[in-house]
């Protein structure tokens, strides 16, 4: 899923919430292309032909893949190829709804404890052998065995066991009820016999984890050259074919290794590669001086930058200070200082494309009066010949811990000081190398505000990972190593987000986070910054391209795609 | 001079030693370690307890020294280890790295003599001669030039108005082989990938050895031998480069012992930008990924390389100088 691809980029690697979820879907709808109205908007064709067979399309890997394993790799560079190689049990649509894919139908039992999958029959590895229910159960208990070796075990954390009914029937059952589940255990389903004679420890020597994978993709894999390029050809039997009039269209894939983001740009506008998400600072000259072999496709970011504030720690204990820092940082400037104009300000933690999003928050508009009327009540008192707040004799200064490196953080870390500073509060900003900035002053609390991103998966419980105080309790050490480093504890969140969890009715799931929208909001544990509009251009010989909320032009729909017409 | 010779190759296993002890301490001291980085992705935010799993695991619980004991008894035995980010030996990662680099960096250094040396010679014989003073203007703006600027200057100017002709990155075209091609045409597709960062690899070094060469040179032009010679009434060209040279050589021998290495080493500015697959990616990507073994392994390499090629340098003094003894 590119969308890690690029967290990875941008914030290392601590970031990406989602990528269990999202590197394997969202699939889309099984209806042909171009129907789908809603959401999805896909780019008015120029011409009326209809997608056939053939062509190559060139896409770029910033890094080497690191594994073709679907359940062993870790990065968005093995995220790309592992999305075309292998099938899902479900897709999901623009709505992020689940859809038949290898499963093809589903049933959770009245207690929610057990769910029956049925899985489709006929469906055929790439190397001649059956699909079914056996392999299915053989990734999946793969992952929960114990001497797995990969990093997605705790997605599995609420299921018991799987059980194999028949060949197409298969039954998974929880330890609880686990609303996420569909997102949880959709993962490229492995084939068993591939893996004959290798233990669980040992999978990664398995050929099919890296040179000859086996999978049930739109794609196989043709040639691999390392640090140079992956070949993908078009796989013939993919067994949804009919079902999207012929897929896949494009012959060949060839992904090359580009890790420069110049030389990238450069190859895209010379025509060597078809697709690219550019920096912000060049999609202006994109959308004007190429706007004739180039498409553009603009899509919001399901995720978002965000300060992290340490509630555990005077003065930031205090919610009326949190609030008066969110009131008074400048998140107009930094959007047009530092984003281009691209991207919004969001207005709670959960983004509005999401279903789970509570229109009634609005985005709060700087007020500096109010800020300094908060920070008053909490007891600080001016000093009028400094302009710094103060308490019991002590300046209000806090200290900002950002990684060196990205000049995001750096300009966002000076425009936080100026426009805080207006409201009398001093930040001393910290520019370090990021891993020695986690380990040596985040993990262990001591800081008052860090910079980061978070991306949300396919379903809003990935809340969970950053507001639930069980994310956010030290370890023996004393270090945070969940994702809520802002070791925010809030009873009802945790419970709204419990009972989030468990919740397989639509409306009373939606009704959970609300409240818990609204609780983050007024507590103001983080501060939301900004949250992207990306730009994908794509070469505009290519058509069928689909734009799929939060996701953009994703490699997820690269078998819609074709360049050929009938 | 057999003697010597043992005596120095012994003389490298405690320097070696202690160079990896320094590299394996200092790589291990780092914050965040391989496991944090592999499970980052998830399990590491989600569950805590799978990162000390993982340490106990791959033994990176113990002290350091029992570490670095261990990881030498492997290595002297061949076995260099796993790479914790790839999950392959890491003979494979580099195996398939290291003949990118070489190729490259084999090539730029027999052209960078090949311009620099005579370049050298002709600034210093012609001393304060308009060409003198372009060879020296030259060789500060190669030195003064970074080498990213220089290779996106090369992108954007020439290969984008080439008409495809040269590529703006890669090593060689997906699909042309020796298997399907003729040699002419392989050759010939390899060939048009190394011209842009060939041009920014000798660029950028042409200057210190076109200096050391131009200085040197003067300094044995003002000889006595060299009046002598010319006294004798012999042609200037077998003054310069019968008599002259050779001695002239001698520094510029000197600082050529860094040079294998640095060739292993590769060129990661270079190889980034022009998306080279070669050996200075893969030691820069295993640095900021802790993948201790692989950084390990070229570390080592780099540093047998370093001290092989200084002994080299010390076998050439005697071959070019007759004076120099060892015993």
């Known amino acids: 899923m590119r969308i890690s691809r690029r967290a990875a980029s941008l914030l290392s690697l601590l970031v990406v919430a989602g990528l269990a979820l999202s590197a394997c879907g969202p699939k889309q709808d099984p209806t042909p292309p171009g129907n789908n109205g809603g959401a999805q908007n896909e780019q008015p064709a120029p011409s009326t032909g209809q997608p056939a067979v053939g062509g190559n399309l060139n896409l770029v890997l910033e890094k080497e893949p690191d594994s073709f394993n679907s359940i062993l790799y870790t990065t968005a560079y093995g995220a790309e190829i592992v999305t075309q190689l292998y099938a899902t049990l479900f897709e999901f649509n623009e709505k992020y709804e689940p859809t038949p894919y290898v499963a093809e139908s589903w049933e959770m039992s009245e207690d929610q404890l057990t769910l029956s999958i049925k899985i489709r029959e006929g469906i055929k590895f790439t190397d001649g052998t059956d699909l079914d229910a056996e392999d299915v159960a053989f990734t999946l208990e793969a992952i929960m065995h114990p001497d797995y070796t990969g990093a997605r075990a705790s997605s599995l954390r609420d299921v018991e066991s799987i059980e194999v009914v028949d060949k197409h029937n298969l039954k998974i059952h929880l330890k609880k009820p686990s609303a996420p589940l569909l997102t949880n255990i959709n993962y490229g389903i492995l084939s068993k016999e591939a893996f004959e004679g290798y233990s669980i420890a040992e999978m990664e020597k398995a050929p099919a984890s890296m040179d000859a994978p086996v999978g049930a993709g739109p794609y196989k894999l043709k040639e691999y050259v390392r640090g140079q390029y992956v070949v993908m050809e078009r796989n013939p039997d993919w067994f949804m074919s009919e079902q999207y009039g012929g897929a896949p269209f494009i012959e060949t894939l060839t992904f090359k290794i580009i890790p420069d983001s110049q030389t990238a740009l450069a190859a895209l506008q010379n025509g060597e590669i078809d697709r690219l998400t550019p920096e912000a600072s060049d999609v202006a000259m994109l959308e004007t001086q190429f706007a004739d072999k180039l498409t553009a496709y603009n899509w919001d970011r399901n995720g978002f930058g965000y300060m992290t504030l340490n509630n555990s720690k005077a003065p930031l204990d205090d919610k009326r200070v949190r609030q008066a820092l969110t009131l008074g940082l400048d998140r107009e400037a930094i959007i047009t200082g530092v984003l281009e104009d691209r991207a919004t300000i969001p207005p709670g933690p959960i983004p509005p494309i999401s279903w789970a999003y509570d229109d009634s928050i609005e985005v709060l508009e700087r007020d500096v009066e109010k800020a300094k009327q908060l920070l008053e009540e909490a007891g600080f008192v001016m000093n009028e010949s400094t302009g710094i707040y103060e308490r019991d004799g002590e300046p209000l200064k806090l200290t900002f811990f950002a990684g060196a490196g990205a000049t995001t953080t750096e300009a966002i870390g000076a425009i936080a000081r100026s426009s805080w500073k207006e409201i009398g509060v001093d930040l001393d900003v910290q520019m370090i190398d990021f891993n020695a900035m986690m380990d040596n002053y985040v993990a262990p609390g001591k800081f008052d505000v860090t910079f980061s991103a978070f991306n949300l998966g396919l379903d809003p419980d990935s809340m969970f990972n950053l507001f639930h105080s069980s994310a956010g309790q030290p370890d023996a050490n004393g270090n945070v190593l969940g994702f809520n480093r802002a070791r925010f504890y809030n009873d009802r969140v945790d419970e709204l987000l419990e009972k989030a969890r468990e919740e397989f009715d639509p409306e009373k799931r939606k009704e959970y986070y609300s409240e818990f929208q609204r609780i983050v909001v007024d507590e103001a544990p983080v501060i939301m910054v900004y949250s992207n509009v990306y730009t994908d251009f794509v070469n505009s010989r290519v058509k069928g391209v689909v734009n799929f909320p939060g996701f953009g032009a994703t490699s997820d729909y690269i078998y819609r795609w074709y360049i050929n017409e009938k | ?327």
């Open chain 2, 1 to 327: 001079m057999g003697r010597y010779l043992l005596k120095r190759v012994l003389n490298m296993i405690p320097l070696l030693i202690l160079a990896t002890l320094l590299s394996f301490s200092i790589m291990q001291l780092a914050p965040g370690g391989p496991e944090k980085v592999l499970l980052a992705a998830e399990d590491a935010t989600l569950d805590p307890s799978r990162i000390e799993e993982l340490r106990e695991r791959w033994g990176l619980n113990d002290p350091i020294p029992v570490q670095y004991v261990r990881w030498l008894g492997n290595v002297l035995t061949g076995d260099f280890g796993r790479s914790y980010f790839y999950r392959k030996p890491v003979s494979e990662v580099i195996g398939s790295a290291l003949p990118a680099t070489l190729q490259l960096q084999s090539i730029a250094l027999f052209l960078t003599y090949l311009i620099a040396l005579p370049l050298g010679i002709i600034s210093a014989v012609r001393q304060y001669s308009k060409l003198d003073y372009a060879v020296t203007g030259l060789a500060f703006a190669g030195q003064a030039a970074p080498s990213f600027w220089v290779a996106i200057l090369l992108i954007w100017g020439v290969a984008m108005k080439s008409n495809g002709l040269i590529p703006t990155n890669g090593i060689a075209t997906p699909g042309v082989n020796f298997e399907t091609y003729g040699w002419l045409s392989v050759l010939a597709d390899r060939a048009k990938y190394m011209i842009l960062p060939l041009t920014v690899m000798v660029f950028g070094s042409l200057t210190s050895l076109t200096r050391y060469m131009r200085s040197s040179m003067l300094e044995v032009l003002k000889e006595d031998y060299i009046r002598t010679a010319r006294a004798k009434g012999l042609a200037e060209k077998v003054v310069v480069y019968k008599h002259a040279l050779r001695n002239a050589l001698l520094p510029v021998i000197s600082i050529s012992g860094g040079l294998l290495s640095s060739m292993v080493g590769g060129a990661v500015i270079t190889e980034t930008i022009f998306s080279w697959p070669g050996i200075g990616r893969v030691g820069f990507d295993a640095v900021t990924q802790r993948d201790y073994n692989v950084s390990m392994a070229i570390m080592l390499m780099s540093g047998v390389l370093t001290l092989i090629g200084f002994l080299l340098v010390d076998i050439a003094y005697v071959w070019v100088d007759p004076r120099i003894k060892y015993d």
